[in-house]
């Protein structure tokens, strides 16, 4: 069992910032890939971004150049810079791990979520 806690969110204005941050519980399975999604009011959750152990990143189409991704492999966390933010922006944002065990069963975990409220 990983569990994950997320932490950042908040209303922001148009072209402002927010910084997400999601820690993972210690665990005896093995993490290996980390990411963001996130889920409007009535739309499908989507990805936002993703992270594996060796740094390879992925980002959705409608947030490169504005949002960053990161480790901190000391803390066991992983961060979302959110720059150049945009009402469209607006959404629940989940953190996500991707674990294997030492006998290969593979699981997916998610967070509880936490708002991004970009408006003026």
């Known amino acids: 069992q990983v569990q994950l806690v997320e932490s950042g969110g908040g209303l922001v204005q148009p072209g402002g910032s927010l910084r997400l941050s999601c820690s993972a519980s210690?665990?005896?399975?093995?993490?290996?890939?980390r990411g963001w999604y996130r889920q409007a009011p009535g739309k499908q959750r989507e990805l936002v971004a993703t992270?594996?152990?060796?740094?390879?990143?992925n980002y959705a189409d409608s947030v490169k150049g504005r949002f960053t991704i990161s480790r901190d492999n000391t803390k066991n966390t992983v961060n979302l810079q959110m720059n150049s933010l945009k009402p469209e922006d607006t959404a629940v944002y989940y953190c996500?791990?991707?674990?294997?065990?030492?006998?290969?069963?593979?699981?997916?975990?998610w967070g509880q979520g936490t708002q991004v409220t970009v408006s003026s």
């Open positions: 210690e665990s005896t399975v093995h993490i290996y890939a």
């Open positions: 992270i594996t152990n060796d740094d390879s990143t």
């Open positions: 996500t791990a991707k674990t294997i065990s030492r006998d290969g069963v593979r699981n997916d975990y």
